[in-house]
């Protein structure tokens, strides 16, 4: 069985920096692409960030609202990839979750249990 552990998460003032980790375990299936996700109370899970296997380029996607600010980077022979959270708006106070995909289109997918990222103004 597949397990996310994130960590990282705490409490910041805005405009300072945070850095998450997530390690996948358990499994030795690769993943094609592994990202971040987020929600904050009353709202929906929002994608973050998404980067794609070596094999797939190594792209790198961002939602508009983190473009310049957030960076992910990937170490994929650990399955382990990384947010770097500069210029942190309390906007950006939500639970942060990994996730990673494999098989065709990305269709099965495994979550962490999320790491909470407070930001205060």
């Known amino acids: 069985q597949v397990q996310l552990v994130e960590s990282g998460g705490g409490l910041v003032q805005a405009g300072g920096s945070l850095r998450l980790s997530c390690a996948a375990s358990?499994?030795?299936?690769?993943?094609?692409?592994m990202g971040w996700y987020r929600q904050a109370p009353g709202k929906q899970r929002e994608l973050v960030a998404t980067?794609?296997?070596?094999?797939?380029?190594?792209?790198?996607n961002y939602a508009d609202s983190v473009k310049g600010r957030f960076t992910i980077s990937r170490a994929n022979a650990k399955n382990t990839v990384y947010l770097q959270m500069n210029s942190l708006k309390p906007e950006d106070t939500a639970v942060y979750y990994c996730?990673?995909?494999?098989?065709?289109?990305?269709?099965?997918?495994?979550w962490g249990k999320g790491t909470l990222v407070t930001v205060s103004s």
């Open positions: 996730n990673a995909a494999r098989g065709p289109g990305g269709s099965v997918n495994y």
């Open positions: 980067i794609t296997s070596v094999t797939s380029g190594g792209i790198t």
């Open positions: 358990g499994s030795m299936l690769s993943f094609n692409a």
